[in-house]
């Protein structure tokens, strides 16, 4: 379970929000809405760690965790804005570098079976260069597929990406779910979730 | 689930060695393919270090007391050139992000990052440092002396320079803060660096230089990736 209390951020001078809590049970995913401006991606990357919050306490598991502590961070996979891809490596390469980075190395055999999952198995060998904007997003989709850990921090994780890619990150994240993963979601187009398992939040506004 | 457990040392240092493993293997391969980026900073030091005779004087002696600092001098641009390369790709696509996440250290990170730029820039330099040395009239024993200073001191060129390089990240005009940032802390290593060839052509001994400039490594190499670190996690923030 993953919950925040009294959170309060700015950006700049400008104040995002103050008194923010939120709270992600396991098996669940909170859908952050919200016009732009309002404060999604830096709620996001206080949960991540990136960016320190002015106020408030994230808890895991009921233990209170310092932002971008050891604990949090093993536990969670952020997908940003940015897909941390290499122009000159391939996509194969890419995605064994991001898995070990992310302290979860993949064979062979499972970074076939995420590059198949995201339909990129006969591009892997491209320079990323010469892919398009929506394969190299599903370059970060194919991480996920290979993500085994409990909290999932995705922003605005289907844009680029045409129906097909969409509805893998659906099942991708539905999976996830299952398995008992929690999951925030930053995003303006709307996701085909477990009603049962998804709750949004609206920000600002 | 496994993870980093920070209260477990064995597993801190497996993962700081992981993660510089990590770090200099992947920037060597981005390195390799993008190989002309690494001629251009070849290239300039040759072209500097071909100028200055040209631009000066014929004269033997003088382009003997001339060429040990000649020499260094580049090695400072051609790494001060190079810095700008260290982190802001990396900044700029998200990859610093997923660092800062790692459950490796970033110090560790960092470290393999800025050896991967030593190797890829500093040695070409060291290597290259015989045959830059030639119309200089140097000899071969201070052609030795000069390269073992080139060899100690430009690692901490890399070491100083990230740390410039990181504070600089996401901030208008980082290349010319850079070397107003950088270009006072190489001075000493400058001082050092030359001094020794000068040194050894007075007759003096070299050890001292050399020991200054030993001691200059380690340190820089113990302090400079926690800096750079935590400027990193700044720009990020």
Redesign the interface.
């Known amino acids: 379970m993953l919950e925040a209390h009294d959170l309060a951020a700015r950006r700049g001078h400008a104040r995002l929000f103050s008194g923010m809590g939120l709270r992600v049970r396991a098996g669940e995913a909170l859908v952050v809405t919200g016009p732009n401006g309002c404060g999604k991606t830096t709620l996001l990357r206080v949960l991540?760690?990136?960016?320190?919050p002015d106020a408030g306490e994230i808890r895991l598991d009921g233990e209170r965790r310092a932002a971008?502590s050891?604990?949090l961070?093993?536990?969670?996979t952020?997908c940003?804005?940015?897909?941390?891809?290499?122009d000159?490596?391939s996509a194969r390469?890419n995605l064994a570098?991001?898995a070990?980075?992310?302290?979860e190395p993949a064979d062979d055999a499972a970074l076939d079976a995420a590059l198949d999952r995201v339909a990129l198995r006969g591009r892997q060998a491209l320079?990323a260069r010469a892919l398009s904007q929506g394969q190299r997003r599903r370059i970060a989709l194919a991480r996920l597929a290979l993500s085994?850990?409990?909290v999932w921090i995705l922003d605005e994780p289907a844009t680029a990406l045409d129906g097909d890619g969409v509805a893998t990150l659906e099942a991708l994240v539905a999976a996830h779910l299952e398995r008992d993963g929690l999951a925030v979601v930053a995003t303006h187009a709307p996701l085909a979730l477990p009603a049962a398992r998804s709750r949004s939040m609206v920000l600002g506004g | 689930m496994s993870g980093a457990r920070p209260q477990d040392a064995d597993g801190e240092r497996d993962g700081a060695l992981a993660g510089l493993a990590w770090a200099l293997a992947r920037d060597l391969r981005i390195a390799l393919r993008t190989r002309s980026e690494l001629a251009v900073i070849v290239a300039f030091y040759a072209v500097v270090v071909t100028l200055f005779p040209l631009a000066t004087t014929p004269d033997r002696n003088t382009l003997l007391t001339l060429g040990p600092g000649v020499l260094w001098v580049s090695a400072l641009l051609a790494s001060l050139l190079s810095l700008p390369r260290l982190f802001a790709a990396d900044f700029a696509d998200g990859t610093l992000e997923q660092m800062a996440l790692s459950p490796w250290p970033l110090p560790a990170i960092v470290s393999g990052k800025i050896a991967a730029h030593w190797l890829t820039t500093g040695l070409p330099v060291v290597l290259l440092a015989p045959l830059a040395a030639l119309p200089y009239g140097l000899d071969g024993d201070a052609i030795g002396v000069l390269g073992a200073s080139l060899a100690l001191g430009t690692p901490i060129l890399s070491l100083l320079g990230a740390i410039g390089a990181a504070l600089t990240l996401g901030v208008r005009g980082a290349g010319g803060l850079l070397a107003l940032l950088v270009l006072p802390l190489y001075v000493p290593v400058l001082i050092f660096g030359a001094g020794a060839v000068d040194a050894f052509r007075a007759g003096l001994g070299v050890d001292a230089n050399l020991s200054l400039l030993g001691a200059g490594l380690i340190a820089a190499a113990v302090g400079a990736p926690f800096a750079a670190a935590a400027a990193v996690r700044i720009a990020l923030d």
Request: proline share 6%.
């Open positions: 991540a760690g990136l960016t320190l971008g050891p604990e961070r093993a536990a969670s952020y940003g804005h940015a897909h941390a891809i290499k000159d490596l390469e570098s991001l070990a980075l992310s302290g320079p085994r850990r409990r």
